[in-house]
């Protein structure tokens, strides 16, 4: 199984481009298919492109918000302490590896930032915790470990999709209205797909284990560690004296928490009165935000934090314009209309949840961003449904479950916990393009029989 990783990885490596250059190529392809599809001209489809252009920047700075409030909280003086004594647990290679895979898994269906930073972050503690201690654990399947819970969050409270159609004003409202998360994330065949993953991936990971004197252990990199800094600490007495008044306000704790108690005002009667299943997008962040403050404890420790969050986020502000420009040429030219009836012609109400994950899996490929995928495909599955019959709340669920899996091999994601790792993207994506095909037989399974 790990030569078959491996082989896997080379794959990946070699053929699958910078997420960047997907964007561009789907544009272009999205483009190309209008021309030849719809009886629009080139001059009126880049009309349609640029109109579309700037249609989802509200979205986009919830999902960079979804990012960098994550990494924060992630990257929070608890969260490190948590994480060094998680990391303490491992007893052999086997259980380290088992360890990563479950808690980047349970961390990614709670937030998929704080999964993937955090997950990231696990891994390689984990890794400098067993060579200390003389346990010889292979590296590469460690950080594959924790890469899991990027194929369970979209299943998870964070999910882009189904969060989205549970808050007021989402683009597809006229259509489709409002459907809460007891339609989405709370139907059992998510949930069985769930428990599948947090079970089936730790203990397929632990299978492709090599033996003692294969294993690549973590390097030596001279300093820290990732957990080693990265935030503001609290200045001692003399040296906060030394600070001019507004330096100080940066550091003060009753300025941090009583933004913090201000948001609990709101927060709580909201979590009571709705519940995890009232929540939306913005409701999230929010919780997000206020836990990060209040566990950083000062706002430098915080923005620092935040600051370091806000650069992994730098190719979700840059590509979702070009998301929005795709979904402009779908909408407006009459390719997402011409799109759904090839779906419709094809597919009963039995098979179109199956062929709607599908898609999403090959389209993560192209789309790496879940909010960007949603913006795209969303209004093609809603419409096949909307035509089939079919509950709206399953084919969110498509496409959220399709656009994770692929997450195994597509390489935009897997950025930040490389660059913590510093390990070359063939190295991890072998091992997580198994967990993949696992994945999407549980998957296919769970939306076909059990909706």
């Known amino acids: ?11 990946s490596t070699r053929w699958v481009p910078d997420a960047f250059v997907f ?71 086997l ?24 997950g990231a972050l696990l ?53 489709i209205g409002l459907i809460p998360l007891s339609e989405t994330v709370f139907q059992p065949f998510n949930l069985v797909f769930l428990l599948a993953m947090l079970i089936g991936a730790p203990l397929l990971l632990m299978s492709m284990a090599p033996e003692p004197g294969d294993s690549e252990e973590i390097e030596d990199s001279g300093d820290d560690g990732p957990l080693g800094g ?23 704790r009753v300025l941090v928490y009583a933004v913090v108690a201000v948001g609990l005002v709101h927060l709580v009667p909201a979590l009571v009165l709705n519940g995890v299943v009232g929540m939306d997008i913005n409701l999230l962040n929010f919780m997000f935000l206020m836990a990060g403050l209040g566990l950083h404890g000062t706002l430098a ?20 314009p070009f998301y929005a420009g795709i979904m402009g040429i779908m909408d407006t030219s009459g390719l997402l209309e011409v799109v759904t009836g090839w779906f ?18 090959l389209v993560n490929l192209a789309v790496p961003s879940g909010g960007g995928q949603w913006a795209v495909q969303g209004p093609v599955v809603m419409g096949a449904t909307e035509t089939l019959g079919i509950d709206p709340g399953v084919g969110v669920m498509a496409v959220a479950m399709g656009d994770q899996l692929t ?19 063939g190295k991890v994506l072998g091992y997580s393009a198994f967990v993949m095909l696992f994945a999407i037989v549980v998957a296919s399974l769970c939306i076909t029989f059990l909706t």
């Not at 199984?1 to 794959?11: Q, T, Y």
């Open 407 to 425: 997450n195994g091999i597509q390489p935009f994601w897997a950025l930040p916990l490389l660059a913590l790792t510093r390990l070359r993207a």
């Open 23 to 93: 964007a561009v190529v789907l544009s272009a392809l999205v483009f190309g298919m209008a021309l030849f599809l719809t009886e629009r001209t080139p001059l009126e489809l880049v009309g349609d492109w640029y109109g579309g252009f700037w249609g989802l920047l509200e979205f986009g700075m919830q999902m960079t918000l979804v990012l960098v409030t994550g990494y924060a909280l992630a990257s929070s003086p608890p969260a490190r302490r948590a994480i060094l004594w998680v990391a303490g647990r491992a007893r052999g290679p």
């Open 230 to 252: 990265g935030t503001v600490g609290r200045p001692a007495r003399t040296e906060l004296r030394a600070l001019s008044p507004a330096q100080r306000l940066m550091h003060s």
């Open 95 to 118: 259980s380290a590896v088992g360890i990563t895979a479950l808690g980047a898994a349970l961390l990614g269906t709670l937030h998929w930032g704080l999964g993937l930073i955090a």
């Open 123 to 175: 891994a390689v503690e984990v890794a400098r915790s067993c060579k200390e201690r003389g346990i010889k654990v292979h590296f590469p399947l460690l950080a594959a470990s924790g890469y899991i819970g990027l194929m369970v969050w979209h299943s998870g409270l964070s999910g882009s999709a189904p969060l989205l159609v549970n808050t007021p004003g989402h683009f597809l409202e006229e259509q």
């Open 344 to 361: 419709v012609s094809v597919a009963t109400p039995f098979s179109y949840p199956f062929l709607a994950l599908m898609s999403a899996a």
């Open 301 to 320: 420790s915080y923005s620092s934090a935040a600051a370091e969050g806000a650069r992994n986020a730098s190719a979700v502000i840059v590509q979702f």
């Open 1 to 11: 199984m790990r030569r078959f990783g491996n082989a896997l990885a080379a794959f």
